[in-house]
């Protein structure tokens, strides 16, 4: 059974800081990895998607890696904003047939101005 | 384009009782799931449809919860009856097809359930 772990579970960091955040996970046969973004009482948004044989993606101050071999995921964010502030979700499709989607359970970020 | 819509944004009821929740998917996408999502956790697949087809209901508790996509577009999911451990987040999302060479899914706003 797929397990995505993401640590921390919140971080607060100043305006203006780069920052990584973690995603990890058990089974290395995975299809492709999304990183979303969710606000307080809002729907998931869509950052960018990896495909298992990409390493990383990039847009606008964030970027993604992807390294199956060790299983983990990093999200970069270049030059925090307060509007950065809200929780950040990995989610793992794993490879074969049904790409059936494990979700993290999030890092909750705040950038403090 | 519109993305993927959910009605109501916000439900309260009391155990015991019935309710519905509606998804419209992003027009041309034949996939569509429902999630649920607790407090602090991340989104837990309950059942996905391929047109109208349920392919993935393993995780629905059936004995209370039920769905149905008749037409292959919109979406019901209802809960009979509430009970109070039903008070969560359900999402709706959609992607465009299982067979593109990545699945990419575009979640709605969400129904947040309060049962009292």
């Known amino acids: 059974k797929q397990e995505v772990t993401q640590i921390p579970a919140a971080l607060s960091v100043p305006e203006g800081e780069n920052l990584v955040l973690n995603c990890s996970f058990t089974?290395?046969?995975?299809?492709?990895l999304q990183w979303f973004r969710q606000d307080p009482g809002k729907g998931l948004t869509s950052l960018l998607l990896?495909?298992?044989?990409?390493r990383e993606q990039t847009s606008g101050r964030l970027n993604a890696s992807l390294d199956k071999s060790s299983g983990r995921s990093t999200l970069y964010i270049a030059a925090s904003q307060p509007g950065d502030s809200a929780t950040y979700l990995c989610?793992?499709?794993?490879?074969?047939?049904?790409?059936?989607?494990?979700f993290g359970t999030g890092t909750k970020l705040q950038v403090i101005p | 384009e519109a993305g993927v819509v959910q009605s109501p944004r916000y439900k309260i009821i009391e155990k015991k009782q019935p309710v519905a929740f509606w998804c419209n998917p992003i027009?041309?996408?034949?996939?569509l799931y429902w999630y649920l999502q607790n407090l602090g956790q991340g989104p837990e697949l309950l059942i996905r449809?391929?047109?109208?087809?349920?392919?993935?209901d393993s995780q629905l508790p059936k004995d209370r919860f039920s769905a149905e996509r008749l037409k292959g577009v919109d979406s019901t999911l209802k809960i009979q009856p509430a009970e109070l451990g039903d008070s969560a987040v359900y999402l709706c999302?959609?992607?465009?097809?299982?067979?593109?060479?990545?699945?990419?899914?575009?979640f709605g706003p969400g129904t947040r359930l309060t049962v009292l």
């Open positions: 990896i495909q298992s044989s990409q």
């Open positions: 999302a959609s992607s465009l097809h299982r067979d593109l060479p990545y699945n990419e899914q575009f």
């Open positions: 027009s041309g996408h034949n996939t």
């Open positions: 089974d290395s046969a995975i299809y492709n």
């Open positions: 989610a793992v499709s794993r490879s074969g047939g049904y790409q059936k989607v494990t």
């Open positions: 449809y391929e047109n109208e087809e349920a392919v993935d």
